[in-house]
């Protein structure tokens, strides 16, 4: 019997894949056959010898960087089949009057144009068939207080999936872009992160945030040859987050 999801001979960038969600997924695509390229701003070179993985090291903030990473892969396998924009990150936690416009640049520079980057220098050495995944967020799909700058970036990110998925359609090139809450990373695991996870562990309806390799999965799912007509969808991975707040949440205000 054929294996479902496989990725026998697929070659497969991530960027952000020293830690979290993007080093899960890595260990999963190489369980599945691929061959993977890592990057990420500090050196992993142990970390993908570990896995058995290639690093490149990569600033996705600039062009270059990320036109580097793409040429280096094709160079190293020959092609690249699947392209994962995991790196993002989170400057200022504050409200929307009394934030930093510098800290619209800094998230916009690493989650937004990193993506456009990516897109930009991968899909040159992708055939028909080729399968990209963004990675945005719940904040993506709505509006979350103190965050006004990642909440920009990412629902930025969504737009670019859905444009890429028009735009590269007739290639045979499937974009699509998952939006996950808060995930048990280091990234989320901030002191000034704690009021958030508090939050979604009782507004999420499963009462918990998300493990990476459960992210992990989704990648997983639509990077493979299995989901061939899924495109330009925006999938939220989210324990119920979007669907409505838990019970415990609802009756916790309703008594107040």
């Given at each position: 019997?054929?294996q479902?999801?496989?990725?026998?001979?697929?070659?497969?960038?991530?960027?952000?894949?020293?830690?979290?969600?993007?080093?899960?997924?890595?260990?999963?695509?190489?369980?599945?056959g691929?061959?993977?390229?890592?990057?990420?701003?500090?050196?992993?070179?142990?970390?993908?010898?570990?896995i058995?993985?290639?690093?490149?090291?990569?600033?996705?903030?600039?062009?270059?960087?990320?036109?580097?990473?793409?040429?280096?892969?094709?160079?190293?396998?020959?092609?690249?089949?699947?392209?994962?924009?995991?790196?993002?990150?989170?400057?200022?936690?504050?409200?929307?009057?009394?934030?930093?416009?510098?800290?619209?640049?800094?998230?916009?520079?690493?989650?937004?144009?990193?993506?456009?980057?990516?897109?930009?220098?991968?899909?040159?050495w992708m055939?028909?068939?080729?399968?990209?995944?963004?990675?945005?967020?719940?904040?993506?799909?709505?509006?979350?207080?103190?965050?006004?700058?990642?909440?920009?970036?990412?629902?930025?990110?969504?737009?670019?999936?859905?444009?890429?998925?028009?735009?590269?359609?007739?290639?045979?090139?499937?974009?699509?872009?998952?939006?996950?809450?808060?995930?048990?990373?280091?990234?989320?695991?901030?002191?000034?992160?704690?009021?958030?996870?508090?939050?979604?562990?009782?507004?999420v309806p499963?009462?918990?945030?998300?493990?990476?390799?459960?992210?992990?999965?989704?990648?997983?799912?639509?990077?493979?040859?299995?989901?061939?007509?899924?495109?330009?969808?925006?999938?939220?991975?989210?324990?119920?987050?979007?669907?409505?707040m838990?019970?415990?949440?609802?009756?916790?205000?309703?008594?107040?």
């Open positions: 019997m054929t479902f999801f496989s990725l026998d001979n697929q070659v497969a960038v991530i960027t952000g894949g020293t830690s979290g969600i993007g080093l899960k997924t890595a260990e999963r695509f190489i369980a599945a691929a061959k993977v390229v890592i990057s990420g701003r500090k050196d992993g070179t142990e970390i993908a010898d570990r058995g993985a290639k690093f490149v090291q990569v600033d996705v903030s600039n062009e270059d960087s990320m036109k580097k990473l793409m040429e280096t892969s094709k160079e190293t396998y020959g092609k690249i089949d699947v392209l994962v924009n995991n790196a993002g990150a989170n400057f200022g936690y504050n409200v929307l009057m009394e934030t930093d416009i510098i800290d619209f640049d800094k998230n916009f520079n690493i989650n937004t144009k990193g993506v456009v980057y990516g897109i930009k220098h991968a899909v040159p055939n028909s068939g080729g399968r990209i995944v963004n990675v945005s967020s719940a904040a993506g799909l709505q509006g979350v207080a103190y965050l006004s700058p990642y909440v920009a970036s990412k629902w930025a990110v969504i737009g670019i999936t859905r444009t890429a998925a028009v735009e590269l359609g007739d290639k045979g090139i499937r974009v699509n872009v998952i939006c996950p809450t808060s995930v048990n990373t280091p990234m989320a695991n901030t002191p000034e992160g704690q009021p958030q996870l508090r939050m979604e562990r009782k507004a499963l009462a918990r945030i998300a493990e990476p390799e459960e992210i992990a999965a989704m990648i997983h799912f639509l990077a493979s040859t299995d989901c061939n007509f899924i495109n330009g969808q925006a999938i939220a991975v989210d324990g119920g987050f979007t669907a409505g838990s019970i415990t949440a609802y009756n916790t205000l309703a008594a107040e």
